[in-house]
């Protein structure tokens, strides 16, 4: 089974990206959580541009990246877990940790260090809130969490399949909170024990300061209640809440080239 996984990696990882992304258009269209305000045309154009030009840009600069890398780190026996010998569960369970750890702790910084943040604001500038908004990232931002994600494989020796598993499933959970989907309350309720739900992670894109500075966690819900930053509901309503940033809402500030160069402009919104 994990032999047919690892052969199979590109074509898994894509069908469970773009199903899962398809499956949430569709769900958004029948159950709507909010009204989106800006023209789809407009947030999609800049949303899915930046993920095009990202994913090419990946495939040209680190091609080696990811469940390629962590196969000959196992063969060369180089780092933490291919030293230590251990069942291969907790080797399994411990790389899924880290990585979505580590994840946490990179997303958390991003909003405290200058020269992060202007990166990673390009995904808060959406002012509004849904599957695209997911994929909204700065190209630099996402060569520079790769590149640090990679210096986590090559320190702890992370096996390939704890690799596949927690980015076939941590990605497609990153497009399920993001969505703009009305889910039953006690489904909801029952989820967030686990893993990110909307009605957590929308918190985190509210404009209000104090919300955007909670819920940082992406993939499994714990690390934020662990840390002394997870905010159970907005202080208005889901509905009725400002998403974006307050700087940042021109309708000029939206296009994909304004979204490009955000990172060289200065504006006082970090505090
Ligand atoms: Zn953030």
Same mark, same amino acid.
């Given at each position: 089974?994990? &032999? ?21 258009? =569709? ?15 407009? !947030?999609?154009?800049?949303?899915? $541009? ?23 780190? *196992?063969?060369? *026996? ?29 997303? !958390? ?31 630099? @931002?996402?060569?520079? $969490?790769?590149?640090? @994600? ?6 702890? $020796?992370?096996?390939? @399949? ?19 989907? !009305? ?44 840390? $002394? ?9 889901? *509905? ?12 000029? @500030? &939206? ?8 990172? =060289? ?7």
């Amino acid at each position: 089974m994990a &032999q047919f996984l690892l052969d199979h990696e590109l074509p898994l990882r894509q069908y469970a990206f773009y199903g899962c992304l398809i499956c949430l258009l =569709f769900a958004e269209e029948l159950f709507p959580k909010r009204r989106i305000h800006l023209a789809y045309k407009t !947030r999609w154009t800049a949303n899915f $541009g930046l993920m095009l030009i990202y994913m090419a840009l990946l495939r040209i600069a680190i091609p080696w990246v990811g469940i390629e890398l962590a196969f000959k780190l *196992q063969h060369l *026996q180089i780092g933490l877990f291919n030293r230590v010998p251990m069942p291969k569960l907790a080797g399994l369970i411990m790389g899924i940790l880290l990585l979505d750890g580590f994840r946490y702790a990179l997303h !958390r910084l991003s909003h405290k260090l200058d020269f992060l943040w202007r990166l990673h604001r390009v995904h808060h500038t959406d002012v509004d809130f849904d599957v695209s908004t997911s994929v909204r990232h700065h190209p630099a @931002e996402v060569i520079v $969490g790769t590149l640090s @994600e990679c210096l986590v494989i090559v320190i702890f $020796g992370l096996s390939p @399949e704890s690799l596949l598993i927690w980015a076939m499933v941590g990605s497609t959970i990153d497009l399920f909170n993001h969505a703009n989907l !009305r889910l039953p309350l006690r489904l909801d309720r029952a989820l967030r024990w686990l893993v990110v739900t909307p009605d957590i992670h929308r918190i985190h894109h509210s404009a209000y300061q104090a919300e955007t500075d909670s819920n940082f966690s992406s993939f499994l819900s714990f690390w934020d209640k662990l840390f $002394g930053s997870y905010r159970v509901q907005p202080e208005s309503s889901h *509905q009725s809440m400002k998403i974006g940033l307050e700087h940042w809402r021109q309708p000029a @500030e &939206q296009s994909i080239f304004s979204l490009l160069l955000n990172p =060289f402009f200065s504006k006082k919104d970090l505090e």
